[in-house]
């Protein structure tokens, strides 16, 4: 061979090794990129818009541009939203009981029906189990269900069902409740109070004894609005910093003064470190409380749905819903994504969850922002009017599509083989995962 020869196939080698290698032979780094969508991450004060890459259930990369050759599967999500998955700290899902008029029976829902589709990946059960029955419900709901459930536990064993249950001072044991939290530590973020209608403290301070002893906050619906346990004192003396008081605008029990402005012991309460939640539910949502707050820049530390079947059709809707009506109060999509992924995940001692930081579990919602005129109602079926809606166009839980509303992930099925069957690739689909099966004959 002489010397041209030679340098000829090395110059060859050469191009091939530079240009060839990198695109043709290299491994793909992602199972998903989500490509030239607006990523809000509050805890990483990132609103911006960027590639978000996934290998393995986890968040792999941010980056102004992943190159869409390294994924098994790229989608477009320019113009939409895409934030942490939601999580929703209020919420009623101890369902398959069978109970009537019981929240550990048939007032709750199944999740999975009511979370993908706006956004939600994350729920917190507040309180429909207590210590007696927090293993049935893990074994028939938590356990089985694709949207990561965790739970508050009732103060009460018996959990949430009904005033019998609920006003059983009796039923309120400090040392079982706090053994089931540390059996199940994982699952378990805080102690639920709700719907006591006495004028005793015993069940908050009960459940203060445990979350003390636990390392766990409490949530507190405060039940009957009772002048012998006012909740200013509730907000200013017995609530712990990181506690969480939650219908915090529901108005019946005095967060609004006699003149109509937010009840100074509120933000005497938020100063102490007290927490504030919506939980809107079905009774838990007014107007003239809610805006007037937001006028005086009392905005809700975490946004909640408090779902179940009295509020899933009422001035409830669903996640998203709760969120738009905190737009038409003035509030931006950055402080609403807030106050739905980072600040509740922290409340619930979650920091793994809400963020999009490199390593973290790949939960994700990409959302449209839609304008126009729509409207609002609170628990009184009073409408507020206002100008944005939120619609959830795909749900990413641990890496896998779990919901694509438009399709945006799939082919379109003239460019198919004829007889195609499933579509999906395992490494990103949940939703129709089976591998490609060869067309028919
Ligand atoms: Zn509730």
């Known amino acids: 061979m002489n010397k041209r020869i030679i340098c000829f196939y090395a110059l060859a080698m050469l191009i091939i090794l530079t240009f060839v290698t990198p695109l043709g032979l290299s491994q793909t780094q992602y199972d998903l990129l989500l490509q030239g969508g607006h990523v809000i991450d509050p805890k990483n004060n990132l609103s911006g818009v960027r590639d978000v890459a996934i290998l393995n259930g986890r968040i792999a990369a941010v980056a102004e541009h992943l190159d869409a050759s390294t994924a098994v599967k790229t989608v477009d999500v320019s113009g939409l939203y895409v934030t942490p998955g939601l999580v929703d700290i209020h919420v009623h899902v101890y369902a398959s009981t069978g109970e009537r ?16 589709r706006v956004g939600v990946t994350t729920v917190a059960d507040a309180g429909c189990a207590g210590w007696r029955n927090f293993e049935d419900f893990r074994e028939h709901i938590i356990s089985r269900s694709r949207t990561r459930v965790l739970a508050f536990l009732n103060i009460v ?42 004028p005793e403290w015993t069940p908050v301070e009960r459940a203060v004894e445990v979350g003390s002893k636990v390392g766990i906050p409490i949530m507190v619906d405060f039940g009957a609005n009772r002048p012998e346990r006012p909740t200013s004192i509730l907000w200013t003396e017995k609530m712990r910093p990181g506690d969480i008081y939650t219908h915090c605008f529901s108005g019946i029990r005095n967060e609004l003064d006699d003149s109509g402005r937010l009840n100074p012991a509120m933000s005497a309460g938020r100063k102490r470190g007290v927490i504030f939640d919506v939980g ?64 509740p ?31 609002f109602t609170d628990m009184y079926g009073a409408r507020l009017r206002g100008t944005k809606k939120l619609t959830c166009e795909l749900t990413v839980r641990n890496g896998k599509v779990v919901y694509d509303l438009n399709g945006i992930t799939r082919p379109d099925w003239n460019t198919l083989p004829k007889g195609y069957r499933q579509t999906g690739d395992p490494r990103w689909d949940a939703v129709t995962p089976r591998p490609v099966i060869p067309p028919s004959k």
């Open 101 to 116: 008029n019981s929240y550990a029976g048939d007032n709750s829902v199944f999740p999975d029906g009511f979370t993908f």
């Open 157 to 198: 064993g018996a959990g949430m069902r009904g005033p019998n249950f609920e006003n059983n001072l009796a039923d309120m044991e400090v040392a079982p409740t706090a053994d089931m939290c540390l059996r199940y530590k994982d699952l378990i973020v805080g102690i639920k109070t709700a719907h006591y209608a006495g």
């Open 280 to 343: 809107h539910g079905g009774g838990s949502f007014a107007w003239p409380v809610a805006t007037e707050a937001i006028k005086e820049g009392f905005h809700p530390d975490s946004i909640s749905t408090d779902l179940h079947i009295g509020s899933m059709n009422a001035g409830m809707k669903d996640m998203l819903n709760v969120m738009e009506k905190f737009l038409a109060m003035g509030l931006s999509l950055d402080d609403v994504i807030l106050r739905s992924t980072w600040n």
């Open 345 to 375: 995940a922290r409340e619930i001692q979650h920091q793994e969850l809400g963020n999009l930081s490199v390593g973290a579990p790949a939960d994700v919602a990409v959302l449209r922002l839609e304008n126009g005129d729509f409207g």
